[in-house]
């Protein structure tokens, strides 16, 4: 069956995200070297970070919740009022960053919504993605947008069959193998993998073997004719 309906990833798909977040990571870990090292700081955080996602959910807002608390565990509870402060600093600025697009995302976008219907899906605070969207110029070129707390196979085939025809008729392109290439893959859908010079240790996973619904790809100008083969099948 053709493929109608594509499915786009937005941070670290359409534009940059995760690289903010690591300069972010480098502030904090500057702000409490008096107290311990870089790599202690590093773990403390990832650990609060990874058990936070089900109480706060992915984006700005949670993770700033994450460095306050991981600045009280890693000064026995009494973090100087400076710490806090620039904690929220870093966060308000983080929620305010200018959007930039990856390269080519909108050329591609333009072309591919001349035949499909693009539907982004993407987890994170909703109106901080509301926000990117809009600031991204790319909104009037979806004729759906999905901001989910999680990706799962189900959230594919819900989503692909409210705004498609189906997730047999469907393909997810993503930055994230776990979150946008295997549950996606496992609903039915077709999945390209588009890596980002960087990756959060929680969107790690390994690439599918042998799966024919599967491609890797190196840039997003290389979905239309990706797509377009799939089509013809």
Do not use: C
């Not at 990856?102 to 987890?123: C, D, F, H, M, W």
Request: aromatic share 6%.
């Amino acid at each position: 069956m053709p493929i109608t309906t594509i499915g786009l990833d937005a941070d670290d798909t359409l534009w940059h995200n995760e690289t903010i977040f690591r300069l972010t990571h480098d502030r904090f870990a500057d702000l409490l070297s008096e107290h311990h090292d870089r790599d202690r700081i590093e773990s403390r955080l990832a650990a609060t970070e990874q058990r936070n996602l089900r109480l706060y959910g992915y984006g700005v807002k949670g993770f700033t919740l994450s460095m306050i608390e991981t600045a009280m565990e890693l000064t026995d509870g009494a973090p100087p009022p400076r710490v806090i402060s620039e904690i929220l600093a870093a966060g308000r600025e983080m929620l305010s960053h200018p959007v930039e697009t990856l390269p080519g995302v909108a050329e591609t976008l333009n072309r591919l919504s001349e035949q499909y219907r693009l539907v982004l899906i993407t987890k994170g605070d909703l109106m901080d993605q509301e926000r990117k969207l809009a600031a991204s110029g790319l909104g009037d070129l979806f004729s759906a947008v999905e901001i989910v707390s999680e990706k799962t196979a189900e959230t594919y085939d819900r989503a692909f069959r409210r705004h498609g025809t189906g997730a047999g008729q469907a393909a997810m392109v993503g930055n994230s193998m776990k979150s946008d290439v295997l549950p996606a893959l496992q609903a039915g859908a077709w999945a390209a993998h588009i890596p980002y010079a960087v990756t959060w240790a929680h969107e790690l996973a390994d690439a599918p073997d042998n799966e024919p619904r599967f491609a890797a790809l190196d840039a997003i100008g290389e979905v239309p004719p990706w797509v377009e083969t799939r089509s013809d099948r």
